[in-house]
């Protein structure tokens, strides 16, 4: 299994900027989750996904974010318009609906200048 | 939302000292899980925790579902360079982490 599958590993964009950032999930897994990485804050919760369906998005900061689950295989998390505070790396990860194990992938570390 | 208090922030050993490190929960929990996260990488697990008052090995790890299921502890032996890396904790059932220990070994 190639694991949870993260795009782009790095991202350089302007303030402004729309930043698409992309998930593949481990197959099979049901439970989709993202995070947000920065020094300040730690490891934040931002939304999970039951079965494609957001379960939870209390995390997300702000209007500009939003993320969706089209299908089993794939997310989306959408910044826009982008601003400096954004930059962190940000996690995704999956596990089977009620499973204890969660498996990140390596994460997209977003720059906005 | 479950507050969940991850000490210490850091910490810095020598190489063979063993290391404690320790969450705490304002809320019951299901189940305690410990990762570890490697520079560059995402948080890997490194032992679950089921009942309360559960103790667990995993080789030089050691970690303990406390008996209110509002805390546990991980313990390392006998640390060795490789150790490094930020150690979190997490809880079910929503899967927030605590704000991770950054653990440093010198040689």
């Known amino acids: 299994d190639a694991g949870v599958i993260q795009s782009p590993r790095h991202e350089v964009t302007e303030m402004g900027q729309e930043v698409t950032l992309r998930c593949k999930p481990i197959?099979?897994?049901?439970?989709l989750f993202w995070y947000r990485q920065t020094m300040m804050r730690g490891l934040e919760l931002l939304i999970y996904?039951?079965?494609?369906?957001?379960?939870?998005d209390s995390g997300m900061p702000e209007d500009r974010f939003s993320a969706k689950m089209p299908n089993a295989s794939f997310s989306t998390l959408k910044i826009q318009p982008s601003e400096p505070r954004d930059s962190a790396v940000y996690f995704c990860a999956s596990r089977l609906s009620g499973a204890n194990v969660l498996t990140f992938g390596a994460g997209s570390r977003l720059t906005v200048l | 939302g479950q507050q969940l208090n991850q000490s210490p922030q850091s910490m810095f050993i020598q190489e063979g000292e063993d290391v404690s490190m320790n969450c705490t929960s304002s809320s019951i929990f299901n189940t305690w899980l410990w990762y570890k996260q490697d520079p560059g990488e995402g948080p890997v697990l490194l032992i679950a925790l089921y009942k309360a008052g559960e103790l667990t090995s995993n080789g030089r790890l050691t970690a303990q579902f406390g008996i209110t299921r509002k805390d546990s502890f991980l313990n390392i032996s006998a640390s060795i360079p490789s150790d490094v890396g930020i150690y979190f904790c997490?809880?079910?059932?929503?899967?927030?982490f605590g704000a991770g220990t950054r653990l440093t070994v010198k040689p």
């Open positions: 197959s099979g897994h049901n439970s």
């Open positions: 997490a809880g079910q059932p929503d899967m927030r």
């Open positions: 996904f039951n079965n494609n369906v957001p379960i939870d």
